[in-house]
């Protein structure tokens, strides 16, 4: 338990630590790079080493519990029908307040080009409706 709060900490001050020294020290141009190499390298280092920590050693008993459980194949196959449609629907949301936009104002210079930037409304759109046609293929499966 020791390992993994410490673990959480080093993480968390991965994060903070570039930023404090992005915003108190020299204002040049190249301090963006530094603060950004740091971060990258800090969080990386510290997610290698807390998989190399926290995820080596014996996996039978796991293994065990988990074949032993269909609850536990049920709820993951509930949470990827639910991360399926919620992203789908995000993913369609930003598509379709940019392309929305821009064909209404293709729209209001030009009223003959309706029928086209409709389709491509609609096109937006259909990334959330596959979205929902593969979550109910999932929850067809349990």
Same mark, same amino acid.
């Given at each position: 338990?020791?390992?993994? *709060?410490?673990?959480?900490i +080093?993480?968390?001050?991965? /994060? @903070?630590?570039?930023? =404090?020294?992005? !915003?108190? $020290?020299?204002?040049?141009?190249?301090?963006?790079?530094?603060?950004? *190499?740091?971060?990258?390298? +800090?969080?990386?280092?510290? /997610? @290698?080493?807390?998989? =190399?920590?926290? !995820?080596? $050693?014996?996996?039978?008993?796991?293994?065990?519990?988990?074949?032993?459980?269909p609850?536990?194949?049920?709820?993951?196959?509930?949470?990827?029908?639910?991360?399926?449609?919620?992203?789908?629907?995000?993913?369609?949301?930003?598509?379709?307040a940019?392309?929305?936009?821009?064909?209404?104002?293709?729209?209001?210079?030009?009223?003959?080009?309706?029928?086209?930037?409709?389709?491509?409304?609609?096109?937006?759109?259909?990334?959330?409706?596959?979205?929902?046609?593969?979550?109910?293929?999932?929850?067809?499966?349990?």
């Amino acid at each position: 338990m020791l390992v993994k *709060i410490t673990l959480f900490i +080093a993480l968390v001050l991965s /994060i @903070v630590v570039p930023f =404090i020294a992005f !915003f108190a $020290g020299e204002k040049n141009r190249g301090r963006y790079k530094k603060a950004l *190499i740091g971060n990258v390298v +800090a969080f990386f280092g510290i /997610i @290698v080493l807390a998989e =190399i920590v926290l !995820f080596t $050693g014996d996996v039978s008993a796991a293994e065990q519990t988990l074949t032993e459980s269909p609850a536990f194949a049920t709820g993951l196959g509930y949470l990827a029908a639910a991360l399926v449609t919620g992203m789908s629907c995000i993913g369609g949301g930003i598509a379709v307040a940019s392309a929305a936009s821009s064909a209404l104002g293709a729209i209001s210079e030009d009223s003959s080009i309706f029928g086209k930037s409709l389709v491509f409304v609609g096109l937006a759109e259909g990334v959330a409706l596959y979205g929902l046609i593969i979550s109910f293929m999932i929850l067809g499966r349990l």
